[in-house]
């Protein structure tokens, strides 16, 4: 199977970041963890991007706050398919300085955006990519959806 690359500017984000790991271990989906800075080890995330997809990833999920540049750059060295998430940072604009420089890519640079600190969803992304040509996988997201379902089913019960 597969492995999803979940990264992050610094160790600040893992609390963020964290969601994502969650989701993607009850996925029975194997993670690989790592801090790479894209303005303090460049080196590193140059050849994390180059060689990720040697590495049996996936899909990378990289969060990053304040000018958040760790997944534009890493989507503009991989070939394979990346998630980024905005990270609510204390040096942050109210997160919008990191949501916009990880949406606004330009084309041929694609980078999947999602909520500020919203990485379950990136987790969650990651996890369907997967499974869209792993069918345990698939079958895993099915069921998650089906007791999301469940879920609001037995809020709806508890109004009545």
Do not use: C
């Amino acid at each position: 199977m597969k492995k999803v690359g979940v990264i992050m500017g610094s160790k600040s984000d893992l609390p963020v970041m964290q969601d994502a790991i969650d989701i993607l271990k009850e996925f029975n989906i194997e993670v690989e963890v790592d801090i790479v800075s894209a303005h303090r080890t460049p080196e590193k995330l140059f050849d994390y991007g180059k060689n990720a997809h040697t590495r049996e990833f996936a899909v990378i999920v990289a969060g990053a706050g304040g000018a958040a540049h760790l997944p534009g750059m890493i989507a503009s060295l991989s070939p394979l398919p990346v998630i980024g998430v905005p990270v609510k940072s204390s040096n942050s604009i109210d997160g919008w300085d990191s949501v916009l420089s990880i949406l606004q890519m330009p084309g041929g640079v694609p980078v999947a955006t999602v909520a500020l600190n919203g990485a379950k969803n990136a987790g969650i992304l990651a996890a369907q990519i997967i499974g869209a040509s792993d069918s345990a996988v698939l079958d895993k997201i099915l069921e998650y959806k089906e007791g999301l379902k469940q879920k609001v089913h037995e809020s709806a019960k508890d109004l009545k």
